[in-house]
Each structure stands twice: as structure tokens, then as C-alpha cells.
């Protein structure tokens, strides 16, 4: 936990916070505060700043926050993955938010199976805390927006529509030409990567993502499971971002 | 299970091999193959080619192997990593294997907890399982090695010593500049990648693998947990790798 996160109606008059639970036994026996030390505290979607311990009690710590630090920018890149397994989407939860995604859409695909809609992996209940847990760990306040679809075919031609000016989409698929396409993303934003199921996105499914602007990439010859994937995208899209942002021009 | 791996023993003349157990139970539930279907077969650190199911029995598929593809190349990269705790180790077994590794060197390091050692997710019998589920997802038929190292400094100090001429050593640490610094591997072969513990390397170590010729790569601003670090830092090193290749001027 390199940040702990409040709820935006936790913070009282002053910055007063009081913590209990999980991050108060965090605060207490692992980073082992003493009254007057300071840890770096984050509002939800929102700033970031600095705690003093001002109180310790049996199962609370009380800080006094200022939150002097903006809150970061959105993640540039939106994620659309077809439903995996739940105990793999349980694993990835927090590895998504960590690695930082604006939004989250699970969708529906012909090689999803259909019952793992019915998981409480699924309930946000279950997967809002994982999220906090991702973000607590990169020190980011921006909880990634999650949505679940059941039909794939309305969320691309009506809820996504045609490509936005100015936005990029890409779509993973084993043994697609390599992720060296990612070049070019630069002032694109954001960009919407589709990561599908494990036995691959159908051709119907394909070529509909590909009438809605998404240009297919891969990761070389290797085929990797939804969660290792996720994460390697995920890295290099955001590397990549970075990249044509250093290699830009000034003005 | 994108490819149906053998041990090198399992081979009998004109390519005979009855698959038992779960490889079994995967060609004839999951593939669903009938007599005179063919699957992808290969050799542990071997070829590969392909199986023609010759005979289906209860529990076991008899198949006749040509395997006319070389082994694959040996991975370009080599990892380093302080031991995570057994949970993490062993969700990460698999997606190694499955991302590339030469050579998997489990250390020990001042924030690796003493007791880390003593699961049996270290054992072979334990994990060369999990790293062949993982070649077999990801269509590779080279085993990386594994050695564990209960000693930090003469492990660096005598088995790695000085960097050897051609080689590329690099430790990632959380908030060091950007992974730009991958660019330029081009023709550095392997590349050995060191990845700390969860509360980061100490200031000793650190020094230690600098006058090693390591060289200290972050992933921007963000704090990963080990298992994200190793997936997200294996993916980028083995694009740039690619990306050098792509680049370099024929001849």
C-alpha cells in the first residue's frame, strides 16, 4: 500500500480522516506510524497529498491530510475485454487499476462461456475494492469506470459507434503482425484496446471491430493467457504513449 | 494448451507417443480430436511438428509425431528475481514460461522474508509442472532453468561477476527513469533483467548490481506488485529486442 485511499465523504473539516480496518491495521504494523509521521494519502478521484498521524487508537488512526497534489490524469488508454474466467478476472482486478485504465468494459463474445456472467466477481461489491487495492498500490487516486455487456454486437455499432476523430482503437489477436503498429498513438486519446477470450475473437466478431475502427495487433508468435496479456498490452501501450510523447516536438 | 508438449523419454520409434492423464483428457475433451486428426506436438528443449491421433482409449490417445519445426531459439532474456512470496511465485511460474525466460534465478535480499524459502512452490516437482503449462499455452518448447540463491552478494559477486562482453544487465526499480533506457539492446544477447522485492532493493544491493553493469530501468511513476512488474517489464524487454531487430540495418 504505497498510497491510502479515502472516500471523498470521508474526509472531514480540515482534512480530519479517521481510519479503521484493513488500512488502519496497514497504518499501525506495517508502516509502523508513530503519532507526527506523515504517509501519502489520496482521495478517490481525486487529490493527493500527505496524512500527519494525529491520534492512534486500538483499531483506528486518525490523520490530518493536506492534499496539496492535483489529482492525476485519467489513464489515456480504455480496456474492452471479453469476459474471462472469473478466477482469472478476480486476479486481474487490481493488476488493471495498477497498470491504469479510465475504463473498464467486459463483454459477451461467441467463445465467452455464458455462465461466467454469473459470478460475484462481477458484483461491484466484490471488485471496487480490488480496484482500491490496485490503485493503493501504483499511487493513483483514478478508479477505472467498469461496465458489463451482455451483447457484443449493440455495444460496438451502438454504444461505441464509429471511430472519434482524434481516438485510436486496437484489437489483440494471437499471431496478429506485432505490437510495433502501437507506434503513431501519439495525441490519440484515448485509446481503446480489445483483448479477447481465450480461444480468440470469432471472424464475425473480427471484422465487426474492424468496420469500427480497430486496427488488430499481436504480441509475436506467442499466444498468452487473458491475464498475462492484459498486462503486457497494457505496458506497452502505455510505454508507447510515453514514447511518442518524449519523441514529440516541443509546441 | 495451444501446444501439446512431450518429454524428451516419451518419444518411441517412428514417433510413437500415448498421451496419459491430463494431456489425455485435454486432445480428447477440450480438442475434441477423432482418429486421424492432428494436433501440435513438441519435444521438451525440442522440435516441434505435428501428432495424427492414431487410437483413442479411455484414458489415454496414442499419436504419431512428425515434428519437422527445429526447437524455437532459446529466450533472449534471463531474469533475476528476489524471491516473491509463495502465493505470487506461484501464479507466476506459468506466465514466465509462457512470456520467455532463458533462465529463472530465484535470490534471496534484505526484504525478502527468511520464511519465503521454505515453500514447496520452490520444489521442482511443484513448479517444472506450472512452467510446462505455460510453454504449452504459449506454443514454446524451451524449459527455462531454475536456480535459487539463498545468498544475495556472492551470487552476484562470483556466479554473474563482471558483465561479460556482449551481455545486457538491467535492474528495474520503482521510480528510476522511464524504460526508455531499453532501446539499444540490439545485438546484446542474453539480457539478464533483475527484479527487487515488493518494498524495492536496498541501497547495498542496489550499489551491488550497479558495479555488476546493471543498469536501473523504472516503469514510470507507478509501483507494481512483483507478479505485474515481471509480466509488464518481460513484455517490454522482449518488444524492444524485437523492435531493435526490426530496426537494424540488414548485414
Redesign the interface.
Same mark, same amino acid.
Given at each position: 500500500m504505497?498510497l491510502i485511499l479515502c472516500e471523498p465523504g470521508e474526509l472531514g473539516a480540515e482534512g480530519i480522516v479517521t481510519l479503521t480496518g484493513v488500512r488502519a491495521q496497514h497504518v499501525r504494523t506495517v508502516l509502523r506510524v508513530r503519532p507526527g509521521d506523515r504517509v501519502r494519502v489520496g482521495v478517490i478521484d481525486g487529490p493527493k497529498g500527505r496524512g500527519e498521524v494525529i491520534a492512534i487508537e486500538d483499531d483506528a488512526v486518525v490523520l490530518a491530510c493536506a492534499l496539496d497534489d492535483p489529482a492525476p490524469d485519467p489513464p489515456a488508454v480504455d480496456l474492452l475485454l471479453a469476459l474471462p474466467r472469473p478466477k482469472v478476472l478476480r486476479?486481474l482486478w487490481?493488476?488493471l487499476a $495498477? !497498470?491504469?485504465v479510465g475504463r473498464i468494459m467486459l463483454t459477451n463474445a461467441d467463445r465467452v462461456e455464458r455462465n461466467y456472467f454469473d459470478t460475484h466477481v462481477l458484483d461491484e461489491a466484490t471488485y471496487r475494492p480490488l480496484l482500491i487495492e490496485g490503485l493503493q498500490? $501504483?499511487?493513483?487516486t483514478r478508479l477505472p469506470r467498469v461496465s458489463i455487456h451482455r451483447q457484443f454486437r449493440p455495444l460496438v455499432e451502438d454504444e461505441l459507434g464509429p471511430l472519434p476523430d482524434g481516438e485510436r482503437r486496437l484489437v489483440a489477436h494471437p499471431g496478429a503482425s506485432? /505490437? +510495433?503498429t502501437l507506434a503513431g498513438t501519439s495525441g490519440h486519446r484515448p485509446v481503446l484496446l480489445a483483448i479477447g477470450p481465450e480461444g480468440g475473437w470469432n471472424a464475425f466478431e473480427l471484422e465487426l471491430l474492424g468496420r469500427h475502427g480497430f486496427t488488430t495487433i499481436g @504480441?509475436?508468435? #506467442? %499466444? @498468452? #493467457?487473458t491475464? %498475462?496479456a492484459c /498486462? $503486457? +498490452? !497494457? $505496458? @506497452?501501450l502505455?510505454?508507447a504513449l510515453? #514514447?511518442d510523447e518524449?519523441a514529440a516536438p516541443p509546441g
Open positions: 504505497n486476479r487490481a493488476q $495498477a !497498470l491504469g498500490q $501504483a499511487g493513483d506485432s /505490437v +510495433l @504480441l509475436g508468435s #506467442r %499466444t @498468452l #493467457r491475464d %498475462t /498486462v $503486457a +498490452l !497494457l $505496458a @506497452l502505455h510505454e510515453c #514514447r518524449g
